[in-house]
């Protein structure tokens, strides 16, 4: 078990590495007084955390348990990540939503008050410039967060269409929450323990929902979402108010729910087939490559309208040419840009994440492979430094997902 947690460790930070180094552009050996710093980060060294250089930030990757055992104990119990390097912003204004539309692929307009969806924004060429949930809080306000590897483009992308849409008469204007600190609690032990702090009734709250309600005594945005696959939410919280408030989850969780680092908030979004936007979704990947197309509404896909329609309609009618999938092997964990090949030795795809699952106690890896071979049961080999391994295209995610539905 000591190699399995060896090459857990070493793939996570290869990973986080990787897509830290695409997201940025480069790859940034900053010294400490270089790096942002969440209003948490105190908190996190006072508790063990080990702090690495991330997106810009100073970030944990873990606490004094293994990832191992992190990610385990966030399936059984509960996690409290600090995810405040991920940039928050309202937009606001009677054309948001037309605005946005032109942006994203998701059916805006089509999503109820007080609910939201994941999306991607496009480019021209129908690839994919970040990935994002997008709630509507009313018909004239929507809130989104957007990763933080991608804050500088998105934010540089948003307000030069803005501009331009403001400049036709386009009622829309922004507000980014660099005064708020986002927190996400994940697993069964969420839900209960979070409600010990808020008068509303999260029963009554489901996955993709979002409220404005008082937690601990603070305003807080409240989705009942996450990247883990279980249920759980994220709370936007005014940044005076976010120390206090993590040390009080975790007091009325009685030491089940844990500080969890990068580390193993990796390893769970892969257990649950999520994409890491620089490693599994890049500028020249689109959505239905991705295996994103349930994202595109159906009066999207009958109007178009965003970036890239041509290139992503197209991809719907006639099939991509490459699909994501997920993947079983032997051999040491799948690393990124690992070959893929079919039985035969010919080349058909390549790795983008992968590595050793802490619950399901072997290696889980997803990729890109030439449509045909995509199928689940196909049969492979995965090569990793220079030798080939079997390896088997199977279904995501590889763990069920536990989302709070009706």
Not at 363 to 379: C, D, L, Q
Request: with cysteine; net charge positive.
């Amino acid at each position: 078990m000591r190699g399995g947690l060896w090459q857990l460790g070493q793939s996570i930070t290869r990973r986080l590495a990787q897509a830290d180094k695409k997201t940025i552009g480069r790859r940034c050996f900053a010294s400490d007084a270089d790096l942002k710093k969440t209003v948490l980060y105190d908190f996190h060294v006072v508790h063990g955390g080990k702090m690495v250089p991330f997106a810009g930030w100073s970030m944990p990757i873990q606490y004094k348990d293994s990832i191992m055992d992190s990610t385990v104990n966030c399936r059984e119990n509960g996690s409290l990540f600090d995810v405040s390097h991920m940039c928050g912003l309202s937009l606001k204004g009677k054309d948001t939503i037309p605005f946005l539309e032109k942006l994203v692929i998701g059916d805006v307009a089509g999503l109820a008050p007080g609910t939201g969806t994941l999306t991607v924004f496009t480019n021209e060429k129908g690839g994919a410039i970040d990935d994002s949930v997008v709630t509507k809080v009313t018909n004239d306000h929507i809130y989104l967060v957007v990763n933080a590897g991608c804050r500088d483009k998105d934010l540089a992308h948003i307000e030069e269409h803005m501009k331009a849409f403001k400049s036709k008469g386009g009622d829309v204007s922004w507000h980014i929450h660099d005064e708020r600190s986002l927190l996400a609690l994940q697993g069964p032990l969420a839900a209960p323990v979070l409600q010990y702090l808020t008068k509303d009734d999260l029963s009554k709250m489901y996955f993709g929902e979002f409220r404005v309600l008082d937690i601990n005594g603070a305003p807080c945005f409240l989705t009942r979402t996450g990247y883990t696959g279980e249920d759980g939410f994220e709370i936007s919280v005014p940044s005076e108010n976010a120390v206090d408030l993590a040390k009080a989850i975790l007091e009325k969780s009685e030491g089940k729910i844990r500080l969890t680092g990068l580390g193993a908030r990796d390893s769970l979004r892969l257990e649950a087939g999520l994409c890491l936007y620089g490693n599994d979704m890049e500028q020249h990947i689109t959505p239905v490559e991705a295996g994103l197309t349930w994202a595109i509404g159906k009066r999207r896909r009958a109007e178009g309208g965003f970036l890239g329609a041509d290139v992503i309609l197209k991809q719907i009618e006639e099939g991509p040419k490459i699909r994501r999938v997920g993947f079983f092997s032997s051999g040491p964990p799948p690393r990124s840009h690992s070959e893929i090949q079919d039985t035969n030795g010919q080349n058909i795809g390549e790795i983008t994440s992968g590595g050793f699952s802490p619950c399901l106690k072997k290696n889980i890896a997803m990729g890109y492979v030439k449509s045909g071979n995509h199928k689940a049961g196909t049969n492979v080999k995965i090569v990793i430094r220079g030798k080939s391994y079997d390896g088997a295209v199977t279904k995501m995610p590889f763990v069920p997902t536990k989302y709070y539905k009706p």
